[in-house]
């Protein structure tokens, strides 16, 4: 059973539009929620990373807004560009304190921005 | 900025062979984490350590081991492998088994 659910699948944004992808998850214990930047033949980059005492959290042109009543995290890229072009992937941990765990991954999204 | 370190970048290994992995974490990280990611799956948990010891485990075949090392390096030993084993193993590091840790580049494994 997938705990944390990720779409879309697949994304075509316009340069400079905006990139929505949203999760979801199903256990209430999770307090972290990170978002990964994944490049072919590369190892996930943390992005920007959330907990669940705030709504939103903002990076530049990256944005985390939070429901924690609707078990949603979404992450959105603002002013897209064809260099953003990747793989995303949100995430969740959480249920051992303050300690970090094992990350759940969403599906993953493939973003494409075209020029 | 030194990053987690993994060796070797590529394998290429016989069904029914051996492999061992290695991750070389962030200087003064004491966490070690493997995941595993087949062709266009997200990557999944495999086992974790902290300061040496075996600190969570998760869908590790038992024909799979692991250690964490006195100087905080870490082996991912693979026996008997299988064609479903081929996929990129990837180890992350951490200070104190805090959110947020570093993943290295990788290990590209593939078994023929």
């Known amino acids: 059973q997938q705990q944390v659910k990720q779409s879309p699948q697949s994304l075509i944004v316009q340069k400079g539009g905006i990139s929505i992808i949203n999760c979801a998850y199903e256990?209430?214990?999770?307090?972290?929620f990170p978002w990964y930047q994944q490049f072919p033949g590369k190892g996930p980059a943390l992005l920007i990373a959330?907990?669940?005492?705030?709504s939103e959290k903002k990076e530049g042109r990256f944005t985390i807004s939070f429901n924690k009543s609707a078990k949603q995290f979404s992450l959105h890229i603002m002013d897209s560009q064809p260099g953003d072009s990747a793989t995303y992937f949100c995430?969740?941990?959480?249920?051992?304190?303050?300690?970090?765990?094992?990350?759940?991954f969403g599906q993953g999204t493939e973003l494409s921005v075209k020029p | 900025a030194a990053g987690v370190i993994q060796s070797p970048r590529h394998l290429i290994k016989e069904k029914r062979e051996t492999a061992t992995l290695k991750c070389y974490p962030i200087?003064?990280?004491?966490?070690v984490y493997w995941y595993q990611q087949g062709p266009g799956q997200d990557p999944q948990f495999l086992i974790s350590?902290?300061?040496?010891?075996?600190?969570d485990k998760g869908s590790i075949p038992d024909r799979f081991s692991a250690q964490q090392f006195s100087d905080y390096h870490s082996e991912l030993n693979m026996s008997s492998l299988e064609l479903g084993d081929s996929a990129l193993y990837f180890c992350?590091?951490?200070?104190?088994?805090?959110?947020?840790?570093?993943f290295g580049s990788g290990t590209r494994l593939t078994v023929v």
């Open positions: 992350a590091s951490s200070f104190g088994g805090n959110y947020g840790y570093t």
């Open positions: 256990n209430t214990a999770f307090d972290y």
């Open positions: 959330i907990r669940p005492d705030v």
């Open positions: 995430a969740a941990s959480g249920g051992f304190g303050n300690q970090g765990g094992k990350l759940i």
């Open positions: 200087p003064r990280h004491d966490t």
């Open positions: 350590f902290y300061e040496k010891m075996q600190s």
